[in-house]
């Protein structure tokens, strides 16, 4: 893919049908290309989920897990050197979008301020998601937001 290096799908992983677990991950590498190219393979890994093994993908489904993956992603770009990992994972009735970055700082929202321009991913992403969890790894952070896959009462957000 021109211009987003180093971006490998390590196939899906459907070996165990009776669990649905359906997982891509790609190493993103080179300029902001790639944060397009990640929405991209974003929603065919969703396509192919519903045309090949039969999930249930609203649209609403597909377009929030691309502003996630935007958004994690912009972020992993912008403030961690080096490449970022991305891994999205279909467990039951939700999608992980997972990414991963070498800067172990976890990140957290700010404080809603109207004046601010710019630095709303994290607020958007927990916004839209039903889960996001932010873990240190031995090099690094990942951090991993959670979409219902379908529309109405299975989609809704569900506060812990």
Not at 65 to 88: C, D, F, H, I, W
Not at 99 to 115: F, H, I, T
Request: some cysteine; charged content about 20%.
């Amino acid at each position: 893919m021109a211009g987003c290096d180093g971006i490998n799908p390590q196939g899906e992983d459907d070996t165990a049908p009776d669990t649905q677990v359906l997982q891509i991950g790609v190493a993103l590498e080179g300029d902001g290309t790639c944060i397009a190219q990640a929405r991209h393979l974003a929603a065919g890994f969703l396509t192919r989920a519903q045309s090949a093994h039969g999930v249930t993908v609203s649209q609403r489904a597909v377009d929030l897990t691309q502003l996630v993956v935007s958004e994690l992603v912009t972020n992993a770009r912008k403030y961690a050197p080096g490449p970022v990992l991305m891994e999205l994972r279909i467990m039951g009735e939700m999608v992980e979008v997972v990414v991963w970055d070498s800067d172990p700082v976890l990140p957290v929202a700010r404080a809603s301020d109207p004046d601010r321009i710019g630095q709303h991913g994290l607020e958007i992403v927990m916004a839209v998601a039903q889960g996001v969890e932010a873990r240190r790894e031995p090099v690094g952070k990942r951090i991993t937001a959670r979409i219902a896959l379908a529309s109405g009462p299975a989609g809704t957000r569900h506060n812990p």
